[in-house]
């Protein structure tokens, strides 16, 4: 069985491993809140990366 891999949103792989997974449940807190309002991938990293500053 072959592996398909998902691709890694933009900016992602910068980030340190505690914010990777800060992210990850960020984006399954927002997707269980309400499927259809859950941000894009680029605001929630921004919103980060603003943090950080």
């Known amino acids: 069985m072959q592996h ?3 691709p890694e949103p933009p900016g ?3 980030l340190l491993r505690s914010e990777q997974v800060r992210y ?3 984006r399954l807190a927002e ?3 309400d499927p259809t309002r859950a941000d894009s991938t ?3 990293l921004d919103r ?4 950080r500053r």
Request: proline share 0%.
């Open 4 to 6: 398909i891999g998902i």
């Open 12 to 14: 992602f792989a910068g």
């Open 24 to 26: 990850l449940e960020e």
């Open 31 to 33: 997707y269980r809140r």
């Open 42 to 44: 680029y605001e929630i």
């Open 48 to 51: 980060m990366a603003n943090k």
